[in-house]
């Protein structure tokens, strides 16, 4: 069966950088696109990117252009999201997905604690 | 204004029909169609329908969804206790090169 799972959870101190992994199972990594979504604390959910795993291209949010790098291994069928110059702000739940028209399998979420 | 936008919270009676909207532009909903997912707080989304209004497998019939131009809407019959959740609309936005996500409206079953 389709599986994401996720790293642990982290705490970090503002400025510093966070990298969430993204292991695939039960289907063929290269075939699909993973999207990274976050939802902080009483907010939404929010797109920060999507790389394609075969052939690695990416495409970011504006909102993270710059402070995010999604990369991945398909040795392994895992995908990384780094995310830096971190703030409280970037405190949240993240979460990779698969799109196959749509975000249909998610992986369990990784809490970031972004805190002095 | 980009994205899609969703009512903060609807309320139903246990039993009722409860009918979600989710308005966009043409550079999104109206574009290739917005998905919908169920988020239940300590639990990851759960895609109910893709945006060909396509149940996934294992998705109850009392989840459907549909779209008239921009806006697309999620209808949920007999509703039960477990519907109870916040409710995204999501979509591919032409624009923006970017996934859009609503902001998400509350569903309380009373």
């Known amino acids: 069966q389709v599986q994401l799972v996720q790293s642990g959870a982290e705490v970090k101190k503002p400025g510093a950088s966070v990298k969430v992994s993204c292991k695939a199972s039960g289907y063929t990594f290269s075939s699909y696109f993973i999207h990274w979504v976050r939802q902080a604390p009483g907010q939404g959910l929010e797109w920060m990117g999507v790389i394609n795993p075969s052939g690695s291209s990416t495409t970011y949010s504006q909102k993270f252009q710059g402070r995010v790098t999604m990369t991945r291994d398909t040795s392994t069928s895992t995908v990384y999201m780094e995310l830096g110059s971190l703030t409280s702000e970037d405190t949240a739940v993240y979460y990779c997905a698969r799109e196959a028209s749509a975000h249909d399998y998610w992986g369990q979420g990784t809490l970031v604690t972004v805190s002095s | 204004q980009a994205g899609l936008t969703q009512p903060p919270s609807v309320s139903k009676d246990l039993r009722q029909t409860a009918t979600l909207t989710c308005t966009g532009n043409s550079n999104n909903a109206g574009y290739q169609g917005a998905a919908w997912l169920q988020h239940h707080r300590g639990h990851p989304p759960k895609l109910l329908s893709d945006?060909?209004?396509n149940r996934p497998s294992g998705i109850s019939e009392r989840f459907s969804a549909s779209r008239s131009g921009n806006t697309a809407s999620l209808t949920i019959t007999g509703l039960q206790p477990e519907d109870e959740a916040d409710y995204y609309c999501s979509a591919w936005d032409s624009s923006l090169s970017a996934w859009v996500f609503g902001g998400g409206t509350k569903l309380t079953v009373l």
């Open positions: 945006r060909n209004n």
